[in-house]
């Protein structure tokens, strides 16, 4: 079953999961399947990693900057994590959904919360990632060879904050095989936009069987 | 991505749509997919049509025998329609959910509103099949060969009053192929099975992840 669109208005389609459960590969997955989805491009204050480009991986922006964002409310939710901003910026998501894009966060649970909380939370779908296991976790952060030990252990530390966190969302699935993660997230997407509240045409089509009815009788 | 099973409580499938829209077919079709899919076989006081089986298409019971059901609390839902009574009897489904197994209602929108307000509401998944169109609707059931021209004007009027009830269901679909509509259906099912909700076996897992966190500090 290919991508289906109408003229519905966008989902919020939220991923989460600790750092190192395989988020960012199933979004990229995600967004090579269906052309339509849009990605939520973060903003942050923190530095840009080696290979990181601007406006693709993250917005990179100053803090004034970034605070100028906030108070102007144009971030959908924001956070402060190991001495970085991080946040969503409204304007392109809410230009997304009107035209019907869903569009995808990989975000934390802090992000999820609030925008489950904002006017924008009924529009939310909301996934949890888990790891298979600890070990496996801790494997991949070591493996990924960005980090000192110091910092593993503070991601490790910031890894269990978000998987405590993880009742809180719609649906949870555990990444025992990446193939298999990725067709479970195309099934809970395809099923969300067949909802009678995704589904604003029908409405029309219900009317339009009303009046053939009273022709027939 | 073939059904799965875990050790969760099964969901109540409500299949409604005026008669005529495919319903019957779908759920035979879902029937043949997902062989743990359990078929509440509604008791009716009506008489068997030619073919029908006792037991298999319905459980044909006096009207003393069904009232008897209703006094026990053993019918999960009953209506009187064309002045017979239907009902879907409680003790079967209530078995198969407790192992984890689905039951598939095809029942009209009086027998799913009772359900959704019952006891088992939050382990409901209701989805309403609606037609193409209202004369193709009429040519399926003059096709059909079973009845004379009144029995079909007061079927029409019957389908419109289902149909005008489309809106109180989780996913509505309009059946403009079945084969498409049928995809639809396992790719909801498939979804629903993922909830949060549907999975306890997940709290088992976080526990692990919990005291492998611990183990590693």
Redesign the interface.
């Known amino acids: ?1 290919s991508p289906q669109k109408s003229d519905r208005r966008g989902l919020l389609i939220i991923l989460s999961s600790p750092s190192g459960a395989g988020k960012s590969t199933l979004a990229k997955r995600l967004m090579q399947w269906d052309e339509t989805l849009q990605f939520s491009v973060s903003a942050t204050t923190r530095a840009p990693r080696e290979g990181e480009v601007n406006g693709k991986d993250y917005f990179f922006v100053s803090e004034p900057e970034f605070r100028k964002w906030v108070a102007a409310g144009d971030m959908l939710e924001h956070a402060h994590v190991f001495g970085n901003f991080y946040g969503s910026p409204k304007p392109a998501v809410e230009a997304a959904i009107e035209s019907g894009r869903d569009v995808l966060f990989d975000i934390d649970w802090q992000g999820a919360q609030q925008i489950r909380n904002s006017a924008l939370g009924p529009y939310t779908l909301s996934i949890f990632i ?2 298979p ?3 496996e976790l ?1 494997r991949r952060l070591v493996s990924r060879g960005q980090d000192d030990s110091e910092t593993i252990a503070k991601r ?1 530390q910031k890894s ?1 904050d978000e ?1 405590s966190h ?2 809180g ?6 990444n025992d095989d990446l193939d ?1 993660t990725e ?2 997230l195309k ?2 997407i ?3 936009r ?3 509240a995704q ?1 604003p045409r ?1 409405s029309d ?2 009317r ?3 009046s ?2 009273e ?3």
Do not use: G, R
């Open positions: 079953m888990l790891p296991s600890i070990p801790h490790m269990w998987i993880w009742d969302y719609d649906y949870v699935l555990v298999e067709q479970k099934t809970i395809q099923a969300e067949l909802k009678f589904q029908l089509h219900v339009s069987l009303q053939q009815f022709d027939l009788s």
